[in-house]
């Protein structure tokens, strides 16, 4: 053995060493979910708590983390610190006795045991440790002011003020408590989530998210700027599904940002379009990056409900966006994508059978009325078997495909879990210590009471804690801490919950610390800021919608069939108006005195007409100068005396 090798031996071994050991951890990762959603438990006669199986979950997420994620971020893992075998081995074992003890643990968490303290203690070390490997400092430090606050409560001023927790409770409150790490978020990530990741990971390799994107190509492809259009119509199918902006950047970007740029589109746009359409899919149905599922617990709906309302404001998301799109072709000149480029239709319609699993997807969620994550299994079973059976592009994939990505989705799922139990800290502090509803009251009082400049000061909250965090963890924090007090001051709940998430999910594109928006920039080799800029202007109407629907729940399907149609049709409208000011372009070039009208008329159209006493005035002068002004722009364009006037 060489001086090398002893050096390295005397660290750690190499991670190909691990690797199966990883491996397997992932993939009893998501069999353990897959038979969890099917009730094979219950079916062989073994009964648990669900806690139990949660904790099952967290004990192969976080022994897979201290295997798979070295403590430092952004560095290669090629050996395995003996340290971190050993925090994976303590987590195996800490879990595990949880796992096994739960129905004992959970009853003497009051009577402060050291059987009980130690283990909550030493679990919720690990995952504070495992979280920031996986995701970063940011939420860690947010859930550590969180558990300070709960020990020394009582140093906080007028309505903060708590009372301090005992160190020892509060360790097994944490761990044990169905308010704790073992909550509503956890139950979500280790159920529903696992089942859709997989779900997205059989279409990867099977063929079907390259059937989604050469299907947006064939349909757009041969339209002026098409290859923005593609960028658009991909991202929304893949971030439908995909549990991460950042993922659905790194995973459409690569083909669609090189394309837009290729088309003569400025970099720093072409950017900016790409980090909007993905971020888009976390407001998209069917799965809306697992918030549509927490969501429906926090609110004790069906998930059907929550799809249902959010599929509005996704649409006119992407409407504003695509028009915007196709305006920005027409300004710039930028035609159509070059021939060779685009797919044969016969090729495409080889993958048409991959429409039967989101058939069956959607039949067994509002049809059948199955439970999330034995629907999305349906689903994958579906998938598999077409896939086999037709293959795409004359390509079907092996079985040793098929399998790996049970393994790759429970590596995908690792930070998911982490992420979901950790945000069960927090739901814990709030709840013992009475946070939760003292914060109600605090934003409440600032805000006076009205609604409108409460929505305003949760809208900058949102956005600067969302600022680096995921998707879920974003969800939990607004849905614990802001949503009540939008409610409180008559928000409808289900408005309340989708605005917090709607400005959460704008972090993402809006600078300082904008991930998605910065993760196309590296992709698209252009300037960070200028690409943050360009995308909170390509995705204006995810800050406007928001406070529309929370005045007037139409906008999310709430409400009289026919006030719900008049929203929707005006919003359309109004949506196309303002794209077009933004743009400044509709048929011809706009001039400033039309730009500013185009925008004006579309905020009018914009607002429903039961936001406020007289709103169907807005309503009627929007439509009704909307309607004029683009009249007049398309006279415009083929009058050549009214191009010299520069109406």
Excluded at 100 to 127: D, R
Excluded at 551 to 568: C, E, K, N, R
Excluded at 583 to 605: D, E, I, N
């Amino acid at each position: 053995m060489t001086p090398s090798s002893q050096d390295g031996a005397a660290r750690g071994l190499a991670f190909r060493h691990w690797r199966p050991i990883a491996n397997g951890l992932a993939f009893c990762l998501t069999v353990t979910a897959a038979l969890w959603a099917l009730s094979i438990p219950r079916y062989v006669g073994l009964g648990l708590y669900p806690q139990q199986y949660f904790a099952t979950m967290l004990m192969l997420a976080m022994t897979a983390a201290f295997l798979t994620l070295p403590a430092r971020r952004g560095t290669d893992r090629a050996v395995v610190p003996w340290l971190d075998v050993a925090l994976a081995a303590l987590a195996f074992v800490a879990t595990g006795y949880v796992a096994v003890a739960y129905p004992w643990l959970v009853n003497q968490i009051f009577m402060k045991p050291p059987e009980v303290w130690i283990p909550g203690l030493i679990v919720t070390l690990l995952l504070l440790e495992a979280l920031r490997r996986a995701t970063g400092w940011a939420l860690v430090i947010i859930i550590s002011v969180f558990l300070v606050y709960a020990l020394f409560g009582n140093l906080f001023p007028g309505r903060l003020a708590a009372r301090p927790q005992n160190w020892q409770l509060l360790s097994g409150y944490m761990a044990f408590d169905t308010n704790g790490i073992f909550g509503i978020p956890i139950a979500v990530a280790s159920t529903v989530v696992v089942t859709f990741i997989l779900f997205g990971g059989l279409l990867a390799a099977t063929g079907g998210s390259a059937f989604f994107t050469d299907a947006a190509m064939l349909g757009m492809g041969r339209f002026r700027g098409g290859s923005m259009k593609i960028a658009v119509l991909a991202s929304a199918l893949f971030g439908s599904i995909s549990g991460s902006a950042v993922a659905n950047v790194v995973g459409t970007g690569v083909v669609t940002i090189p394309m837009i740029k290729r088309d003569g589109y400025p970099a720093h746009k072409a950017a900016a379009i790409e980090a909007v359409a993905s971020t888009g899919g976390q407001l998209m149905p069917p799965v809306m990056g697992a918030s549509a599922f927490l969501m429906a617990e926090f609110l004790q709906t069906s998930y059907s409900s929550v799809v249902m309302a959010a599929l509005v404001p996704a649409v006119l998301y992407y409407v504003a966006l695509f028009i915007q799109a196709d305006l920005e072709a027409a300004k710039l000149g930028i035609k159509r994508v070059a021939a060779e480029l685009i797919p044969t239709g016969k090729s495409v319609i080889s993958g048409l059978h991959f429409i039967t699993a989101f058939a069956l997807l959607i039949y067994a969620l509002f049809t059948l009325k199955w439970q999330p994550e034995r629907a999305a299994l349906l689903a994958c079973v579906s998938v598999a078997v077409t896939a086999l059976i037709f293959g795409y592009k004359g390509n079907r994939p092996t079985l040793s495909a098929l399998f790996g990505t049970i393994s790759g989705t429970g590596h995908a799922v690792v930070e998911i879990i982490l992420i979901s139990a950790a945000s069960g800290l927090v739901i814990g502090v709030l709840n013992i210590t009475g946070l939760s509803f003292n914060l109600t009251y605090v934003l409440v009082q600032v805000g006076g009471g009205s609604a409108g400049l409460l929505l305003f000061l949760s809208a900058l909250v949102c956005i600067v804690l969302g600022m680096g965090l995921p998707t879920l963890g974003v969800y939990v924090l607004l849905a614990a801490l802001v949503a009540p007090a939008l409610i409180k001051v008559g928000i409808e709940p289900m408005a309340a919950h989708l605005y917090v998430l709607y400005f959460g999910m704008m972090s993402m594109i809006t600078p300082p610390i904008a991930l998605a928006a910065f993760a196309a920039a590296g992709i698209a080799r252009a300037s960070s800021m200028k690409t943050g800029i360009a995308a909170m202007k390509f995705g204006w109407s995810a800050y406007v919608i928001p406070v529309l629907f929370a005045f007037s729940p139409t906008l999310i399907l709430i409400g009289p069939p026919s006030d719900i149609a008049l929203a929707v049709t005006t919003a359309v409208l109004g949506v196309w108006l303002i794209s077009a000011a933004l743009a400044g372009h509709f048929s011809t070039q706009l001039s400033p005195l039309m730009r500013a009208l185009f925008a004006g008329f579309g905020l009018l159209a914009l607002v429903p007409a039961g936001a406020f006493a007289g709103a169907q005035i807005t309503d009627i002068v929007g439509c009704a100068g909307g309607l004029t002004v683009m009249a007049l722009e398309l006279l415009r364009a083929k009058n050549p005396r009214m191009k010299k006037v520069g109406v």
